[in-house]
């Protein structure tokens, strides 16, 4: 079984940063994709970003050329780093990360519990 534990939320002002992190334990044997999602209140849950093993990303285009997604394959975490925060980027952040057991070598695919990120004067 995979546990995932988000760390890095919390409340900002409009114009200013955070970075939130995802760290992925258990019995993992490989790690494809992992990815950040955000769910606004009354909104679908919707792809912010995303980076595979090869790391290729992937933005959703409310947020280009302001978050940046990276991993650490060794700590098999995943960070999101938000600058430029705006009042509509208020959600609910979800890690994902799918990848391989190291248990049966079958897929999983994993969620956080969600991290709330409010963005207010």
């Known amino acids: 079984q995979v546990q995932l534990v988000e760390s890095g939320g919390g409340l900002v002002q409009p114009g200013g940063s955070l970075r939130l992190s995802c760290a992925a334990s258990?019995?993992?044997?490989?790690?494809?994709?992992m990815g950040w999602y955000r769910q606004a209140p009354g909104k679908q849950r919707e792809l912010a970003a995303a980076?595979?093993?090869?790391?290729?990303?992937n933005y959703a285009d409310s947020v280009k050329g302001r978050f940046t997604i990276s991993r650490d394959n060794a700590k098999n975490t995943v960070y999101l780093q938000m600058n430029s925060l705006k009042p509509e980027d208020t959600a609910v952040y979800y890690c994902?990360?799918?990848?391989?057991?190291?248990?049966?070598?079958?897929?999983?695919?994993?969620w956080g519990q969600g991290t709330q990120v409010t963005v207010s004067s």
């Open positions: 994902n990360v799918a990848g391989v057991s190291g248990i049966d070598m079958n897929e999983f695919d994993a």
């Open positions: 258990g019995s993992i044997f490989s790690i494809n994709v």
């Open positions: 980076i595979t093993g090869g790391l290729s990303t």
